[in-house]
Structure formats: C-alpha cells, structure tokens
C-alpha cells in the first residue's frame, strides 16, 4: 500500500536543488534547537558546486548558528542571499560581516515581532500591526531596523490607528519554507516529541504553502503508522518534501545531541542541576537582581549574565517559588545556557514561539532580568550594534517593552575588570578597558523614555552599583561596601547621573 509521504520523501541534496534564484526563504529553528541543519548545509554545497540558488531573500526568527560554521553561517556567502531580516545576528558572523560590509540589505527586527509576521503572513494580513519596537532604532523615525546604508527603508512603517502610534510591519510571500520535526508519519504529518522547542514551525509551512511555494522539511526518523493528532505539528497537507537527516545533523541543540530531561515531564526540584556561583562580579549581580524577584513572579532571564539568577536563587531555596520561561516556548523547569538556550530543563510546558510572545507583548511578564552593553544618561541601553560588530536585538525588544519590572544586568566597564569580595567589601583589583556607560548609545535597543510612558520598574545592576530609571534619567541608588563613589563609579561614567540618596547594597551578598 502507497502512502502520501512515498512521493515526498528526498534527499538533502534533491531538495535543495528545488530552490530557485531570487527566493524568498524562511528558516526555523532557535540557536541550534529545531534548525534544519541538513537542508542549509546542502544549499550551501550547491551553491559552491553550481553557483546556485543566487540573490536570496532570507527571513529568520531566532538566531540560528554556533558563532562558527553550523545553522545559518552555511548561508553567509555573497551572491547567495540578497537580503536578510532576522532578530539575532550574533551567532551568525558571517552573516553579520555582510551586512556590515554593505553587501547584503539587511535589518535587524524583534524576534517576537518576526515570528508573528509569518503568522500574519500565513493568514493574508497586511503584516504585523505591534507596539513593539516604537521609539527604539527598529521605528521609522531611526533607522526601520536597517544595519546599513544599502538597506531601503521599506519593512516597517508608523501607522495611527484608534489615536495611537503602532509599528506595520510589512508582510512577505514566502516560497520555501525549511523547518524541522522528530519524525514524519506515513501520511506526512510531522511530529515534535524529542524536539526542545516547537518555535514557529506551523506558521512558515502555512506562510509558504499559501503563497503557492514549497516546504522542505527536515526529520531523524519515520514512523510505520499514523501520530496522534493532538502531537501533529504541522499537517502533512503543508509539506512537500521529507528528509531523513543524518544523526549528526540533526543534534537536540548545537549544544548536545540529544538530553532527554528538555522534552521530559516536569519535575518538582531541578536544583540539582545548576553550577555553584564562584565569589566574583557574575554572582554579585545575580545575588542582587535576584532580590528582585517576588513570589509567584513570571520571569524571563536572558542568555549570559542573567543566567546566574537561577543559581542564586536555588541556593536560596527560592526556585519553585516563581516561574522561569524562555522566549523560545517553554514554561518553567529551568532554562538551558550556551548553545543549548532555548531549551528548558524538565519544562511545565512547551507552546510554539508565536504564542509566547502574544504572552510577552500583553505584558505577561512580572519580571525580567537582561544584559546591556552600553547605558546612557537617559537610561537607553545598546545590546545590538557595537562599531562594526552586529549582534541584533533577538527577543529583547519584545521583552523589555513590555515586561513589569525589568532589572538590567551588567559588569560596570568590560574588558579586563578583576575585583575580589574581601572582609565583606568589594575590591577592584584590576578597571575594566571599556566603558558601559556611555554619553549616549550607538543605537537605542530599549528606549528609555517609552519605559517611563507605560510605566515600568527599571533598575540597572552592576557589581559597584544599582542604578534606577527616573524621571531624571539614571540615579545612582546603591553602591557596593567599600566602594568609593566618587573614584569608582562617577569617574568611570562618561555623564554624571542623578545622586540623591544612595544607599549600600545589601552585605549578604558580600559574605
């Protein structure tokens, strides 16, 4: 007996050669959760051999790469893509070096905001009508989210509607859709099970399918009989083409190939599994941005230095007291670092990305805690565009617009800062080459002034100080024992702040 999923199944290679020049492409997957390895790997291999697809129009939500070779760095290549539109460009050099070269148009859009406008797409809306990204270098009245001169400025737009200023971002046909799944059933159907993330799967294989085009879609295995309905991601109706990947292409995460505790049922205690915070900068912030928190908060923690907070707060038996989740999907457990974020251990729940940040944007989130790499006066924070380097916002726009209190996370100055805990009192043994604080930023990521407008709870914490966002910009609160102001936070800025009443930070922490 024949079954729909006969005349689908092909190789990498056959299906890469499905793509044609000028295309407009979307990729799914987050860091290297749910990314189609196989298929991105053999577009690459033809475009070397044949020079072919050429002048692509590449639209991702997540960040998708390792920082070297894997996920979208196989796409990095000139004359294969046209233009990009993406939300995260770090893990992506390549990607990034052209873009900044001026070789591709390229923009940098919410993540949040990108996953939703294939959605938008998929259903025949205009695009994406959001709050979300007003006032930061994503609005028209900066620069529309482009990263170069080359860029035209026509993604976004400002509309008024209802007597209110909202963002339009444009929707795109889409033609081929390359997304992933655990398994494909012989009618086609794809399911998720040992996926760590669902992410935005349904909505580009509808997107493409509706605007006549194709769908690739990459699995490690095939099932004998027909998934349960309620596990079937996306409908076999919706894909074109099936390829069974080689394992090594088809790892959990470009961190792990394969850690059961992401898709497991949630556990009660997961404590167990988080690193002891050595005496140094990381656990101070963590241990002061963790003072933060509050019973029964819904929380989101980005990647790095806001990790620590987790590690802090089990250490103080305080992790089932508030609830973690990832802009990725999943709710509760405990978020995954490094190339494995996106994932979360033994989560609650795992919904597809496009709902989360519905979540998110409705302002959901009772707390936030995220990096920043430059702070000005105004208490505008840069975490996208240093010089030449291109990192894009990711989720962070979505995230710090909206959430209810919202802690910032940061060593003072970077590059070389050494300090030490001593007798209660912090030292700083060695000054960091790079200020944080800056006169003003090379480009607003988080928009200070709309903050003040919906009325947010913002704190910026550092190892030597707390700062809070108030109506007269920055104001230093609270400085670390033992640290002297006027040396070692005033003379470190490169504006003075609001000094009133400044207080110590709390000497537990110190201990």
Known sequence: MSHPIDGKRCTANEAAALIEDGRTVVSGGFVGAAHPEALTAAIE???????HPRDLTLLYCAGQGDGKHRGLNHL???GLI??????????????????????????SIPQGVMC??????????????????LDTFIDPIHDGGR?????????VERVELGGQTWLWYKAVPIHVGLIRATAADPLGNLVMNEEAVIGEVLPIAQAAHNHGGIVLAQVKRLLDTPAPPQQVRVPGILVDRVIVAEPHEHDQT?????????CEPAQLDVAGELETLPPDARRIIAARACDELRRGDIANLGIGMPEGIACIAAERGLLNQFTLTVESGPTGGMPAGGLSFGASVHPHAVIDQPAQFDFYDGRGLDFAALGAAQIDAAGNVNVSKFGTRVAGVGGFVNITQTARKLVFCATFNADGLAVEIDGGRLNIIQEGRTRKFVRDVEQVSFSA???????????????????????DGLELIEVAPGVNVARDV???MDFRPAVKNVGIMPASIFE
Request: net charge positive; proline share 4%; glycine share 12%.
């Open 147 to 155: 990263l170069n001169k080359r860029t035209p400025d026509d993604f």
């Open 76 to 78: 990095a290549h000139e």
């Open 449 to 471: 002034a709309r903050s003040q407008q919906i009325g947010q709870n913002v704190l910026y914490v550092t190892e030597r100080a707390v700062f809070r966002l108030s109506d």
């Open 490 to 492: 005033l003379s470190q």
């Open 116 to 133: 939703q406008l294939l959605r938008d797409t998929a259903a025949g809306r205009p695009g994406c009508i959001t709050h979300i990204g």
């Open 45 to 51: 291999r033809r475009f070397h051999g044949t020079g």
């Open 82 to 107: 046209r233009r990009a539109a993406g939300a995260h460009w770090g893990l992506v050099p390549g990607m990034g070096k052209l873009a900044v070269e001026g070789k591709i148009e390229a923009f």
């Open 254 to 262: 470009f961190g792990e190939a394969f850690n059961p505790a992401y």
